[in-house]
């Protein structure tokens, strides 16, 4: 009997068959099949919580940006009360989009096709030659406005979804939420975007950048060798940094949490106890952290969030469906160790091409100095030029293109290094915990949250 | 409306300085070395001759590339973005960057490196009040091609140069590139432009 719930190819093929759930193995066809992408637009991309931006980008009321949402252009807005709305930017009669700049201020928003005009909430103000009524009289107004997605500010971060009933925002991140608090919901001021995202374009498929972001540690000695064999950026061996904890959730959600003592000879003493939180600050401080900022810390946190965040924090990671996050260290020459932090969306364009949008941020109460250093640092070392990330942009339309192969097709991509190390028995949060070195769980996590979404009811 | 329409006066951008009397003709003696020197520069990109290209970087080189974005005429200025930017470098980085390819064996953004072919164009060179320093502007189109793809990728931009003269000859000091896409058609910036 098949089931009707089910989501099937036209050749018969399954989501049960792509992923296999017993060996965990994903048939590489699964990378780059047009059919699958049309489902995943709908499927994932219709229905997950997507970030758009950082609502620093638009302080002042009027303020607008326009950004994708997986494949619909949205215009995100600030009101007057100081609200943020994410709506579709495509005009309601034709479909031209509405808003053709990147980012602006306007109370009114005209479409240049046939003039109909929009407030920055989206409701339909009228048409031009307002007595012979473009729009007709068979639907009202209000029905004329621009098409409203369900919109949630987290630590300033914009997310949105065209899921109208679905899961609340907490909901959608579930025990992670946690670990999340302790980068976005730190500080009384949170973060601030440092300027609008550097944009280019992969020809890649969006999921090969993703599943990567889902906490990859392995690809590290490897596609990132460099960083171990260029004298300036370590001691030559990344395999230490590799121990740490991976936390992961069945939602495809995960964060790498790398013990400070194994990454720095200088944080050494964190490992025996005797250290205040103040003394670790002035050692290592987490990235994008100042040590003035243990005030604000302590009232943000509960005591086990503030005590792994220094002693481990979160350093990358990712949040399904297409976000990776990186709070890194970049060690000087000099010994000074700067903090960055940068979001990547990677947004889909097509079955074979993916944008790279990357948006660089920092505490808004750091010094000025620091976010200039920070900034210049996550241009240098991540997205369009940075020196870690080049590396993957050749990576991907590779497996993009491997995955077409009438041979090649039915191989299978493997998630087998599991974890067997049982948590420790103090660690402090909640969510899938895996001890040890890096493995595939949290990958493997990502695709079980994809599996959940491809397979569920239109 | 009339044919002349006006150009809004808020238009500002980086190229948008007005003609400067102290124009260095074309043809002229020092024309030529900065045209050289820059037809020289692309040669020893396009050939993967980075310490070559290095030795002809003055110190204290500024070296970006604002981030573009689209807005309206009447907001031009503001198409380019001096925050976030693609490239934000000194002597210092650009160095640390040519290290990772020249010093490591795992830069595999560049390795196997891309085929290039930097194509400079309208050079137009001003004197400035030091009479070793010239400011130079130059289109430059560069096309990539990588492994087997068949369709070249393109990037095209306006460099705004910074050229100092020296005995040995002649330095780059700065130079903002002013790159045409708001979306880069690039898989990234591992090669300079």
Redesign the interface.
Same mark, same amino acid.
């Given at each position: 009997m098949l089931d009707r719930t089910r989501t099937t190819l036209s050749d018969g093929t399954t989501i049960d068959d792509l992923i296999n759930i017993e060996t965990r193995e994903v048939q590489l066809r699964a990378i780059s099949d047009p059919e699958l992408y049309d489902i995943e637009m709908r499927k994932v991309f219709g229905k997950t919580w997507l970030l758009l931006g950082h609502e620093s980008e638009i302080p002042n009321p009027g303020d607008f940006i326009t950004r994708l949402m997986g494949s619909d252009p949205v215009l995100i807005t600030r009101q007057k009360d100081g609200s943020i709305r994410v709506m579709l930017n495509v005009c309601p009669h034709r479909g031209m989009r509405v808003c053709?700049?990147?980012?602006?201020n306007a109370k009114v928003h005209t479409c240049i096709y046939h003039g109909w005009a929009f407030k920055n909430d989206g409701d339909f103000i009228g048409a031009p030659v307002a007595g012979e009524k473009m729009h007709g009289d068979i639907l009202p107004k209000e029905k004329l406005g621009l098409t409203q997605a369900r919109s949630h500010l987290y630590g300033g971060l914009i997310f949105a979804t065209w899921n109208l009933e679905g899961p609340s925002f907490d909901e959608f991140l579930g025990e992670m939420k946690w670990y999340y608090d302790m980068l976005f919901c730190r500080t009384d001021k949170g973060l601030e975007a440092?300027?609008?995202?550097?944009?280019?374009?992969?020809?890649a498929n969006w999921k090969t950048a993703c599943e990567q972001s889902a906490s990859d540690g392995f690809h590290t000695l490897?596609?990132?060798?460099?960083l171990g !064999?260029?004298a300036?950026f370590g001691d030559g061996d990344l395999t230490t940094s590799m121990y740490g904890t991976e936390v992961s959730s069945l939602q495809g959600h995960s964060l790498r949490c790398m013990p400070v003592a194994n990454k720095f000879k200088q944080a050494a003493g964190f490992r025996d106890g005797n250290l205040t939180l103040e003394e670790k600050l002035a050692i290592v401080p987490p990235p994008g952290i100042t040590k003035e900022m243990l005030p604000e810390l302590i009232r943000n946190l509960s005591p086990e969030q503030l005590g792994l965040l220094v002693d481990s924090p979160p350093q990358v990671g990712g949040m399904f469906p297409n976000v990776l996050i990186a709070f890194i260290y970049v060690p000087q020459p000099d010994g000074e160790i700067i903090g960055l932090t940068s979001l990547h969306t990677y947004i889909p364009k097509g079955p074979d091409e993916l !944008?790279f949008c990357n948006y660089?941020l920092a505490e808004k109460d750091a010094p000025e100095e620091h976010k200039q250093k920070a900034?210049?640092f996550a241009?240098?070392m991540l997205?369009?030029?940075?020196?870690v990330?080049?590396?993957d942009?050749?990576?991907w339309?590779?497996i993009t293109q491997t995955a077409k192969g009438a041979a090649a097709r039915n191989i299978t991509m493997k998630y087998q290094a599991v974890c067997t190390t049982p948590p420790r028995p103090d660690w402090p949060g909640p969510a899938l915990v895996y001890e040890g070195f890096t493995k595939d769980d949290t990958q493997w996590n990502w695709w079980l949250a994809y599996r959940e979404l491809m397979n569920a009811p239109a | 409306m009339t044919m002349n329409a006006v150009i809004p006066t808020d238009v500002s951008v980086a190229s948008d300085a007005p003609f400067r009397p102290n124009r260095v003709p074309v043809g002229s003696p020092a024309y030529n070395e900065i045209t050289e020197f820059l037809y020289e520069e692309a040669w020893l990109l396009d050939e993967i001759r980075l310490a070559e290209w290095v030795a002809r970087l003055d110190v204290d080189l500024r070296y970006t590339?604002p981030?573009r974005?689209?807005?309206?005429l009447h907001?031009h200025a503001?198409s380019i973005?001096r925050?976030?930017?693609?490239?934000?470098?000194t002597y210092a980085?650009i160095r640390?960057?040519v290290?990772?390819i020249t010093?490591?064996?795992?830069?595999?953004?560049?390795d196997p490196p891309s085929r290039t072919r930097r194509l400079v164009t309208n050079i137009l060179v001003d004197s400035t009040d030091d009479p070793d320093e010239f400011e130079v502007k130059s289109y430059l189109l560069c096309s990539r091609s990588?492994?087997e793809e068949t369709n070249l990728l393109f990037l095209s931009c306006v460099r705004h140069d910074l050229l100092r003269r020296y005995d040995d000859g002649i330095k780059l000091a700065r130079r903002e590139i002013i790159v045409d896409q708001?979306?880069?058609?690039?898989?990234?910036?591992?090669i300079f432009l």
């Open positions: 053709t700049a990147d980012a602006g440092l300027g609008p995202p550097q944009r280019f374009t992969i020809k490897t596609l990132h060798r460099w !064999e260029f300036k !944008e660089i900034l210049q241009v240098r997205g369009t030029s940075g020196m990330e080049q590396d942009s050749d990576t339309p590779h | 590339c981030v974005q689209t807005r309206p907001q503001q973005v925050t976030v930017m693609h490239f934000d470098e980085s640390g960057r290290g990772r010093d490591t064996r795992s830069a595999w953004a560049e990588r492994f708001t979306v880069l058609g690039f898989p990234n910036l591992a």
